[in-house]
């Protein structure tokens, strides 16, 4: 790992150790992972703004606004970051939040291959370990037969809304598969969309 790399790693470690297990450091870490693995199928893009934009995209996450210790900015000027490499780097992040459908849109390979990477650890078993994960951080129901799934809010009904985590499942997770934008990332979203769609079943099984 570049020194960079490394050193950024260092300085945002306490702030995810202060997020519930949904945003620990560890999902920083399979976001990174997924991250490499894109970008083994992306020769142009530049490795070094994917690794800083990982490592930071959820330093200024709004769900955690009372642990934010610095902003983006203030790392990257930590780090001995140019404005050049800076502007890339928060050009990409920008890009990564769902918010309820309306992110915004993808203005470079690497803010593609960071939200890619980011919402492949939002699918699968870890994207399902991860809902219930943060349901229970915040004192969701697991589920709530009577609740109905919305198929379009405002982002701050999205971010407002006390749902339960399966509920989530239908507002958000299960959407992600058509909207990666990798060919990497479509690829890989496929076989965790399946492993969702069979916990779903067995749940409505097992609940019902
Ligand atoms: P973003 O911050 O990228 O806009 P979300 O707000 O959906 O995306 O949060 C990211 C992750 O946090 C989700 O993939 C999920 O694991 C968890 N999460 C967020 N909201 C909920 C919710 N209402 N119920 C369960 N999990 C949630
Ligand atoms: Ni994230």
Redesign the pocket.
């Known amino acids: 790992m570049r020194e960079m790399v490394a050193r950024c790693r260092q300085l945002v470690e306490t702030i995810y150790n202060q997020y519930d297990a949904?945003?620990d450091l560890d999902h920083i870490d399979r976001v990174m992972k997924n991250a490499e693995k894109i970008l083994l199928t992306e020769p142009a893009a530049d490795e070094l703004v994917v690794q800083l934009a990982v490592l930071l995209h959820?330093i200024e996450?709004?769900?955690y606004e009372a642990m934010h210790e610095a902003t983006t900015n203030q790392m990257l000027d930590k780090i001995g970051a140019s404005a050049d490499l800076s502007a890339k780097v928060i050009s990409a992040i920008e890009s990564?939040?769902?918010?309820?459908g309306h992110?915004k849109e993808i203005t470079s390979i690497e803010g593609a291959i960071v939200r890619d990477a980011?919402?492949l650890?939002?699918?699968g078993a870890i994207?399902i370990a991860?809902?219930?994960?943060?349901?229970g951080a915040?004192g969701?129901k697991l589920y709530d037969l009577e609740e109905e799934a919305r198929r379009t809010m405002s982002a701050s009904e999205?971010?407002n809304?006390?749902?339960?985590?399966v509920?989530?499942?239908y507002?958000?997770?299960l959407l992600l598969k058509e909207l990666m934008v990798t060919t990497e990332g479509i690829r890989l979203a496929k076989e965790r969309h399946h492993f969702m769609e069979s916990f779903l079943e067995q749940l409505k099984i097992e609940i019902e």
Do not use: C, M
Request: aromatic content about 12%; charged content about 35%.
């Open positions: 949904s945003h959820d996450d709004a769900k990564v939040s769902f918010n309820g992110a980011d919402r650890d939002a699918i994207g991860r809902a219930f994960a943060f349901g915040r969701r999205y971010r809304k006390e749902t339960a985590s509920t989530h499942f507002e958000k997770l």
